[in-house]
């Protein structure tokens, strides 16, 4: 098999159950902040990703995408997207047609993995690891809500927790920030590893470095693994800065794409930790190339595409083929990672998530499950 033309890519925007995202204007459950992506083949094998976008944007990039993707060769995910990049340079570099070309390439490394029956953590270079561990991602609440919030999920047998976003900054409260965080120290326990989200790339973040900096420093005190987006997401100076002086370590990169973008961040140590969101960056081809630049510099790569059961099934197959990667994120209580496949993803005794080893990414979406959130399916899974 040499050949497997794209005949068809199709977009399933979800709406319906969008998760919050404690955004200052916030997520209604009703917008389409996330779409799936199906790419049809010749060879009747489907390949299936995701882009975290408004769905409207995705269909109209893939209508204009579409004289480039037409009949090409879906066997070579990175040459082909690669081109899609390299031939749409005039129509903003990095917004929605990287998103868009996100999703495509996604679908395509599951389309390769499905021609030649392997995973694509092994297409990708080979596995290090067969599981790994999932942190629960929450919203920040008032410290008696997040204490109850934590303790449920840890209940679950999550062992790893991300607080974020919501009040935490926002309300110019340090108090509620760290009473915020002892709750959910207290209620995730001494052993699990707790991560704190600035959520700095909201609209019109309210602090600089020096708020920064002091909200480290009380991060400390809770033994954080990591303080993520604590500044503006352009502060590349400021990052800089707060690294070398932050007692934990820093990490962000999410709403960054393309992995030209990546290049002044990692050259010049602004991270400790790189987040990009493989849904938004450009797919599993750019994301690759970006944690192994990353890896050179000693900065650890963590992917943030968790949105969807897509998204999380590409981190995981890039988590298994990168050297150092030691965690995925997990949206704690989201029906589009929960109630869209046919098998939901289930943590081991540890809290863990084993690495699929089958075809592709190795996840079946189940339709009549998809169908509460997508009503026109038809096209999506039609061959
Ligand atoms: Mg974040």
């Known amino acids: 098999?040499?050949?497997?033309?794209?005949?068809?890519?199709?977009?399933?925007?979800?709406?319906?159950?969008?998760?919050?995202?404690?955004?200052?204007?916030?997520?209604?459950?009703?917008?389409?902040?996330?779409?799936?992506?199906?790419?049809?083949?010749?060879?009747?094998?489907?390949?299936?990703?995701?882009?975290?976008?408004?769905?409207?944007l995705v269909q109209a990039g893939l209508e204009v995408l579409k004289p480039l993707f037409a009949g090409e060769n879906a066997l070579e995910p990175e040459r082909v997207t690669e081109k899609l990049h390299q031939n749409t340079f005039w129509m903003g570099r990095g917004g929605t047609l990287?998103?868009?070309?996100?999703?495509?390439?996604?679908?395509?490394?599951?389309?390769?993995?499905?021609?030649?029956?392997?995973?694509?953590?092994?297409?990708?270079?080979?596995?290090?690891?067969?599981?790994?561990q999932p942190y629960c991602s929450l919203l920040m609440e008032e410290p008696g809500r997040m204490a109850e919030t934590v303790a449920a999920f840890r209940q679950r047998g999550f062992r790893a927790f991300k607080i974020g976003w919501g009040?935490?900054?926002?309300?110019?409260?340090?108090?509620?920030?760290?009473?915020?965080?002892?709750?959910?120290?207290?209620?995730a326990g001494d052993e699990a590893k707790l991560c704190v989200d600035a959520g700095a790339s909201d609209a019109h973040w309210p602090h600089g470095l020096k708020w920064a900096l002091r909200t480290a420093e009380m991060l400390r005190d809770f033994a954080v693994t990591w303080f993520e987006e604590p500044l503006r997401p352009d502060a590349l100076e400021d990052y800089c800065a707060l690294?070398?002086?932050?007692?934990?370590?820093?990490?962000?990169?999410?709403?960054?794409?393309?992995?030209?973008?990546?290049?002044?961040?990692?050259?010049?140590?602004?991270?400790?930790?790189v987040q990009p969101d493989v849904t938004k960056v450009g797919g599993i081809s750019e994301q690759r190339r970006i944690a192994w630049l990353a890896d050179e510099f000693g900065i650890?790569?963590?992917?943030?595409?968790?949105?969807?059961?897509?998204?999380?099934?590409?981190?995981?197959?890039?988590?298994?083929?990168?050297?150092?990667?030691?965690?995925?994120?997990?949206?704690?209580?989201?029906?589009?990672?929960?109630?869209?496949?046919?098998?939901?993803f289930e943590l081991d005794e540890d809290g863990f998530l084993a690495i699929p080893e089958g075809p592709g990414l190795s996840v079946a979406l189940d339709s009549e499950k998809l169908a509460r959130f997508t009503p026109e399916l038809k096209l999506f899974f039609a061959q």
């Open 167 to 187: 009040p935490f900054g926002r309300a110019l409260d340090p108090k509620l920030d760290e009473a915020i965080v002892r709750a959910a120290r207290e209620a």
């Open 1 to 56: 098999m040499q050949t497997v033309k794209i005949t068809s890519i199709v977009a399933a925007p979800l709406f319906g159950e969008s998760p919050k995202g404690g955004w200052s204007a916030e997520i209604k459950p009703e917008d389409s902040i996330h779409a799936l992506i199906a790419v049809h083949t010749d060879a009747g094998i489907t390949g299936y990703g995701s882009v975290f976008t408004d769905g409207r």
């Open 243 to 273: 690294r070398r002086a932050s007692p934990v370590p820093i990490a962000g990169g999410e709403v960054l794409t393309r992995r030209q973008s990546f290049l002044p961040w990692l050259t010049r140590g602004a991270f400790d930790i």
């Open 300 to 344: 650890k790569y963590i992917g943030h595409g968790w949105n969807t059961a897509l998204g999380l099934a590409a981190d995981l197959q890039l988590a298994a083929a990168m050297p150092h990667c030691d965690l995925v994120e997990f949206i704690g209580g989201s029906p589009y990672v929960d109630g869209i496949t046919a098998r939901p």
């Open 98 to 132: 990287t998103h868009v070309i996100s999703g495509i390439d996604i679908a395509l490394w599951d389309i390769l993995g499905k021609a030649t029956g392997q995973p694509v953590g092994r297409l990708l270079g080979g596995i290090y690891r067969r599981r790994i």
